[in-house]
């Protein structure tokens, strides 16, 4: 039996009638048979040559993880943490030109229930605490026996959240071992009421939040969907990849991560502060989804905590996924961020 496949998008030429019907039908076919082929993300070779599934959680489940790098090198390890629907391959140019040229070892994570890592069914395993936990592990695990060389922690977005906790609970493990933190479009602080209000995005249907995200898609490479991620002028093959990634990402596996969503009042970038190392804020200058100004007041608590931090890093002609088209960028940036980095 062949089971049906949603679309990646729904061309742009359709009125809303035809379109909803089409989408409608689809979905409804999708529910019928109880199957849905999200789309699978083809590595570049470098990250498929270096790829595994590490077991965690004492086996319970497997994280897929990308390491590079010289594991007798003098320099530190970089750790990078994506966001919310993101996976490893949105830094591969960061992993390539952090292990090929810089000649740093790195690990990149998919967290749970992205990417190619397992996806349990049970909401608590997608909460703040536990993607934080897992990280550690992992980190622990596979470069804790280089903590003297140091770590600089790398986030994207939500996974700023994620680096931030890491850093913190690394220092906590080995005191002075996390020499930097670089954050890259963190969004502003949020707060416990707001928090609470995006739990509730597990009582909406499934199939409706597929519906709009499939709407949403309208138009492909040049949709909604894309464009709040991406720069204006980006290049096609930008906005193809950005559409993938969209398409990939599950909408079960957001609805667990969203109501696990548990770091309101954690006192996070306080905390950071107390790491001790410096702390880079960088986002795209056309940023939608994290725009500078939340740059900006994460900035300003990490330094009124008394925290190392300059004047936030804007990466010009980028929007929110700055890895990929600011790519030339943000690899100089963590460059300048080693540089330092080495010197602590």
């Known amino acids: 039996m062949s089971f049906p496949r949603i679309p990646l998008s729904v061309p742009a030429g359709y009125g809303i009638p035809a379109a909803a019907a089409s989408v409608t039908a689809g979905l409804a076919a999708f529910y019928l048979f109880y199957y849905y082929k999200y789309p699978t993300i083809k590595d570049p070779e470098l990250l498929e040559t270096n790829s595994n599934l590490v077991p965690i959680r004492n086996g319970a489940l497997k994280l897929r993880i990308v390491e590079l790098g010289d594991a007798n090198s003098e ?53 703040t605490t536990r993607i934080v936990d897992d990280a550690l592990e992992i980190v622990q695990a596979r470069a804790g026996y280089r903590a ?46 707001i928090q609470s209000r995006l739990s509730t995005i597990s009582f909406f249907p499934t199939l409706l939040i597929d519906l709009w995200r499939l709407w949403d898609r309208r138009g492909g490479a040049n949709s909604p969907s894309v464009t709040r991620f991406v720069a204006s002028d980006s290049p096609a093959w930008v906005r193809q990849r950005q559409l993938e990634w969209n398409a990939a990402s599950r909408t079960d596996t957001l609805k667990r991560v969203i109501s696990g969503m548990d770091w309101a ?13 410096a702390v880079t804020v960088a986002v795209g200058s056309d940023d939608q989804v994290t725009p500078k100004s939340g740059a900006e007041v994460v900035r300003d608590v990490v330094a009124g905590a008394g925290g190392k ?4 890093v804007v990466f010009e002609k980028s929007g929110h996924n700055s890895m990929v088209d600011a790519a030339a960028q943000v690899n100089a940036l963590l460059e300048k961020v080693l540089a330092s980095a080495r010197k602590r």
């Open 265 to 277: 009042g954690s006192n996070l970038y306080e905390r950071l502060a107390g790491v001790g190392c």
């Open 309 to 312: 931090v300059g004047e936030v």
């Open 148 to 193: 003297e060389q140091g770590f600089v922690v790398v986030g994207h977005s939500y996974g700023t959240v994620i680096t931030g906790l890491l850093a913190v609970k690394l220092d906590e493990w080995k005191k002075g071992s996390v020499r930097a933190v670089v954050l890259i479009g963190p969004g502003k602080p949020i707060t416990k009421e």
């Open 75 to 127: 320099k530190p390890t970089f750790v990078f943490i994506h966001g919310l629907g993101g996976q490893t391959t949105q830094f591969a140019s960061q992993i390539a030109h952090v292990s090929s040229v810089l000649h740093c070892p790195c690990i990149a994570i998919d967290n749970v229930g992205h990417g190619r890592s397992d996806r349990p069914s049970d909401y608590p395993s997608y909460r």
